[in-house]
Each structure stands twice: as structure tokens, then as C-alpha cells.
């Protein structure tokens, strides 16, 4: 384009600018054509689900138990028993998770040593293999009673749960401005009190958030699951016994040969994926409100 | 766990130190300050006790094998005899090709999505990619299972098999019966899990650079590529490395979206295109098989430890070019 008509008019061709426009170009398509690849894909594997999934989704999918392939059989212990362990899982990574944020924002200075060190752990923490949790509850709570146990399933997903929270409350509690403390403590108020009815009150919104993205974190995860709370083909509300899991179903569903089977274990993939989704879209949305 | 508060808060009380030890102290809020470093305690102890479990159970196989253990390439439950080498060459090289195939796709999508795309379409798909990061791990396992396996089967597999069967060199990267599964399908899948999540924190980074910077580069006659290569990526790098730390640690610890599409074939071979096992995936196979007490337990385990040293070792990497280039 750049070196045809030039001559009548004065203009120099200018081959670095030529270079440079070459480059841009080319830098244009190339970032079109990634962006187009990654969103193809990812449409793809959204359809794969919706379109797989909605066919296997029916009444007797959510409403009956899990059952030997050719029997009218469903998800429904799968799914409740997943809704008992992520329970459960943040009804003990909640406290944790906010007791350790709260000591790092609100003890934690920067010549703490105990409380960097403890920032570090959680960092780490975050990123550990998922697996590993399951074989670290395995050693601890499964191996010395000799059985799988919902419990340990609910600790190993407490463990993931606990750093995304104590993440989100430090940072949150960082948020609140020092002047409201020192307001708290010219009124008289002790600092317990001060940290929880001022501070940790007015961060309440990303709080709340760090939990429920703790909470979308954990109800997908399957592999540390495999080793803790096992699976179960029947109902099981014990704490103490096997439980299934719907991610753990869909894991043994969709190797297996049978067609119902490889049905459920789509359906079950829609509904966690949905699931984790619409927790996302309404942190989204209430953080746009906040 | 509350057996472990309840013993901690004297050590905890003495390590968290001295933050307010002028002012007069009332009793509940001593109570509190130990609760919340007794759970800051906690944190710790999990993780401690996560290294040192994984270590003390994997001791077995170290003792038996040594440190060989790792580069040992043989893994025969029949005979009971154990190397690492074999699922550690798997997750390694399935991970590089996993970042080696997202990181195109993030760093193109996030340059198109900050510099390019209409705002309208870049908030509907920056918004849609940062929710794909939050999809299970195991849902791209089944889509790699169903999708990607039986188009390596049945399309790639016999395409490079019939063009490029006796071409020196890549001749032994393709070799192997059209299964499906192996570490290149495994990459793949992997790449296409971690580029979301590499995409949206990309994206995120370069959107944090002052416009003022972006607006001068323009100013002076910056093509489009002459500002995200000369001025947004040199202001990110520490940011870009980051991201593309994080992903590597998310596929190597990555278990269900691998498990499905490796193959689980304990060997090492140059062949990308054959079945293989990576660290994860052999210890989800293979842990429930393995009876309490046994060599083969305990050599898993010290897979466990082995890959968590690789999931530290990927962290402080990231730590590292992030504090040098700050």
C-alpha cells in the first residue's frame, strides 16, 4: 500500500513506518484470531453442556437416588449430599477463615513475623493441588478410623475454602478506614468490639463475597473428594459413613459404558456448573450494587 | 479443631507478639486477640502438617528407592517396584504444553479485549471469560473426554500418522496408536481451562495502566502494537508473569480435567500422542487400589510430595520475578 503512487506527489515512502503499520497489522489479526479461538472454544464446550445436559435432565434425574445403570435412576442423593458437605465445609472454614483474616489485618503489622509468615501459608495454601488436601484428610481423619467419612469430605473442602476467605477479609477489613476505628475507641468501645461491630460490619459486602467465591471454589472440586467422603450409591445423612457428591458422581458416570449413566453424569455437570455460575453472577451483581 | 484452639493460644499468643501490650488490657479482648491468632495458628498447622504428613508418609519409598526415586522410570505395582519418573515427566511436559498453547490465546485475547473490541463487546466477553474461570475443573474433563478425544481418534492421530510417519524427528513425536489420549490432548485441554483464567487476570493487569501512559504513546505516533509492546507489556511484565505462574500451578496440580484424557499408561516415551500418566491422575487411580501400609501407598505419597515441592517451587518462582522486576 505504502510504495505505489508516490512520485507525483513528494511523499518518500517510509519503510519503517511500512515496517511498523506490517507489524500492527499483523498484531491486529493475531489478537482477533485468539480471541475468536478462545471464545469459539469456549461457546463449544458451554453448548456441549447445555445441549448434553438438557437432554439428561428430567424430574426423575433430580428427584430418585442414584441406581444401577438401566433403572430409572437420578442424582438426588448425589446432589443433597453435595449440598450437606459444602455446608458443612463453610460452616467451619467461615470462622476460621475470618478469625485468621481478622488477626491479619487488625494484629498482623508489618513487623509481625507470625503474621507474614502466616499471609505466606495462606498464599500457599491457595495454590496447592486440590488433590493433596484429599490425601492429606485421608492420612488424618480417614486411614486412623479406619473408614470414609462425609466429615473428612467436608474438612478437605474446608481446607480449600478457609485461604480464599482469609484473603478476602484481610483485604476487605484493610479497606475500612483507621478514622472509624479510632472513632470506635474514643467512644469507649473495647477492640473486640471495635473489630466486629464497626469494622467487620461495614466491610460486610466483600465478606459475604469472599465467602460465597469460597463457597463456588469448593462445590466443584471432585479430586479431594475422591479419597474423604468416597461415594455412596444410597442415602446417606450420617456424618460418619460414605456420602456421595454430585462431581464425585459425575467422575465415576461419565467413564462408565452405560448410556443412562453417561446421561446423569452430563446433567449432573450442567447443574454444578450452574450452580457455581449463578453464585458468580450474583457476587457480580451485588458488588455492582455495593 | 477445637481441640487445636484450645491447645494453641500460649504459643500463638507469644509468636503474634506485642501489638498492643501498653494499653490496659480487659479480658474479653485478650480472649479475642487469642482466638483470632489461635485461628491464624491453625492456618498454619494445616499446611504444616500437610508437608510433614505428605513427607513422613512418603518416607517408606524414599528409604526403599532413595533419592533415585524420582528419575527412576519404572512403575510396577506387580512387581513392587516404583519411580516417579514416569507421572513427573507427564505433568511437567503436559503442563508446558498447556502454557504453551493458553498463553497465545490469553495474551491475544486480552490485547484484543483492551485495545480493540467495541467497550460494549469487550464488557460482555471479559465478563463471560472471567465466569468461564470459575467453571469446575471436571466439567473440561468431560468436554475433553467427549469432544477432544475422539477428534484426535479418528481426525489428527491418522492425519500426522499418514503425512509425517517417516519424517526424522517428528516421527517419534507422533508415534503411537490412535487412541486419543495422551499428554498433547491432555496439554490441550489444560490450556483451554487455564487460558480463561489467564485471560481475565491479563486483561485485568493491562487495564490497570494509567490511560495518561497509553494517550502519550498514541500522541507521539505509536501504532496499536507499538503501544502494547513497548509501553502496556514492559508496565505489566511483573503482572503477565504472574498470571502465567498461576496458570502453570493450576495445570500442575491439576487432577479431573487430566484423569480423563491422559490415558493413564505408566511410561515415558518421546510420543505425545500416546497414553501417559501424570502425577495426580496416578495418584486419583491409583490411590484407592493401594491397601494402608503398603510400598505402593507410601510411593504415592511421595508423589504428593514431590508435587507439592513443584506447586512451591512455581509459587516462589512467581514471588521471585515479581519482586525483582517491582
Known amino acids: ?290 | 479443631m477445637t481441640l487445636a484452639t484450645a491447645t494453641q493460644p500460649e504459643e500463638a499468643r507469644d509468636k503474634a507478639g506485642v501489638s498492643h501490650s501498653g494499653s490496659r488490657r480487659s479480658g474479653p479482648d485478650t480472649v479475642f486477640h487469642l482466638l483470632v491468632a489461635a485461628s491464624a495458628l491453625l492456618v498454619l498447622v494445616v499446611l504444616g502438617g500437610l508437608v510433614v504428613l505428605m513427607g513422613l508418609g512418603g518416607s517408606q519409598a524414599f528409604r526403599t528407592f532413595g533419592l533415585g526415586f524420582a528419575f527412576h522410570d519404572v512403575w510396577n505395582p506387580v512387581a513392587d517396584v516404583y519411580g516417579a519418573w514416569a507421572p513427573l515427566f507427564g505433568t511437567i511436559v503436559s503442563t508446558l504444553i498447556g502454557v504453551a498453547i493458553a498463553l497465545p490465546l490469553a495474551f491475544g485475547t486480552a490485547f484484543w479485549l483492551t485495545a480493540m473490541a467495541p467497550p460494549r463487546v469487550a464488557a460482555i466477553v471479559g465478563t463471560a471469560v472471567q465466569l468461564l474461570a470459575a467453571v469446575p475443573s471436571i466439567i473440561f474433563g468431560m468436554w475433553g473426554f467427549f469432544t477432544i478425544v475422539p477428534f484426535m481418534a479418528r481426525t489428527v492421530q491418522p492425519f500426522l500418522t499418514h503425512h509425517f510417519r517417516h519424517v526424522p524427528g517428528i516421527r517419534f513425536i507422533i508415534h503411537g496408536a490412535p487412541f486419543g489420549t495422551g499428554l498433547m490432548t491432555a496439554g490441550l485441554v489444560l490450556a483451554v481451562m487455564i487460558a480463561p483464567f489467564m485471560t481475565a487476570v491479563m486483561r485485568d493487569v493491562f487495564a490497570a495502566m494509567p490511560n495518561m501512559l497509553r494517550e502519550s504513546a498514541y500522541g507521539l505516533g505509536a501504532t496499536r502494537w507499538d503501544v502494547m509492546w513497548k509501553v502496556v507489556v514492559p508496565w505489566s511484565r511483573s503482572g503477565m508473569i504472574g498470571a502465567i505462574v498461576l496458570g502453570m500451578g493450576r495445570a500442575l496440580g491439576e487432577t479431573m480435567a487430566v484423569t480423563f484424557v491422559i490415558g493413564n499408561v505408566t511410561a515415558v516415551g518421546w510420543s505425545l500422542f500416546a497414553p501417559r500418566s501424570t502425577v495426580a491422575s496416578l495418584i486419583a487411580l491409583q490411590f484407592p487400589e493401594s491397601p494402608a501400609g503398603s510400598l505402593r501407598l507410601s510411593a504415592l505419597l511421595a508423589l504428593g510430595f514431590i508435587l507439592m515441592l513443584l506447586s512451591f517451587a512455581s509459587l516462589a518462582l512467581a514471588r521471585m520475578l515479581r519482586g525483582d522486576t517491582k
Open chain 1, 1 to 290: 500500500m505504502s510504495g505505489t503512487v508516490v512520485s507525483t506527489t513528494g511523499w518518500k515512502p517510509n519503510p519503517r513506518a511500512a515496517r511498523r503499520r506490517r507489524a500492527d497489522h499483523l498484531a491486529t489479526a493475531f489478537g482477533m484470531v485468539m480471541a475468536g479461538i478462545l471464545v469459539l472454544v469456549l461457546a463449544s464446550i458451554l453448548w456441549t453442556l447445555l445441549s448434553r445436559g438438557l437432554a439428561g435432565l428430567s424430574a426423575t434425574a433430580i428427584m430418585k437416588p442414584m441406581g444401577p445403570p438401566g433403572s430409572s435412576s437420578g442424582l438426588a442423593n448425589a446432589i443433597v449430599g453435595s449440598l450437606i458437605q459444602t455446608f458443612m465445609a463453610l460452616l467451619m472454614a467461615t470462622p476460621l477463615g475470618l478469625g485468621c483474616g481478622i488477626y491479619l489485618s487488625e494484629y498482623g503489622t508489618e513487623t509481625n513475623k507470625f503474621a507474614s509468615c502466616v499471609r505466606f501459608v495462606s498464599d500457599v495454601l491457595m495454590s496447592v493441588p486440590s488433590i493433596l488436601v484429599g490425601l492429606f484428610v485421608y492420612q488424618v481423619l480417614v486411614a486412623p478410623f479406619g473408614h470414609f467419612s462425609a466429615l473428612a469430605g467436608s474438612v478437605a473442602l474446608a481446607i480449600l475454602a478457609v485461604p480464599i476467605i482469609v484473603r478476602t477479609t484481610e483485604d476487605m477489613l484493610r479497606l475500612v478506614p483507621t478514622s472509624m476505628r479510632e472513632a470506635g475507641a474514643a467512644l469507649g468501645a473495647t477492640r473486640w468490639r471495635v473489630t466486629l461491630s464497626l469494622c467487620l460490619r461495614s466491610a460486610k459486602t466483600g465478606v459475604l463475597t469472599g465467602i460465597l467465591l469460597a463457597l463456588a471454589r469448593v462445590s466443584g472440586e471432585t479430586a479431594p473428594l475422591l479419597f474423604t467422603s468416597l461415594g455412596n450409591q444410597n442415602w446417606s445423612f450420617s456424618l460418619n459413613r460414605p456420602m456421595a457428591s454430585l462431581p464425585v458422581t459425575i467422575y465415576q458416570y461419565a467413564g462408565a459404558s452405560y448410556e443412562d449413566w453417561v446421561q446423569l453424569a452430563w446433567a449432573g455437570a450442567l447443574l454444578v456448573t450452574m450452580g457455581v455460575l449463578a453464585i458468580n453472577i450474583a457476587v457480580r451483581v451485588s458488588a455492582r450494587r455495593g
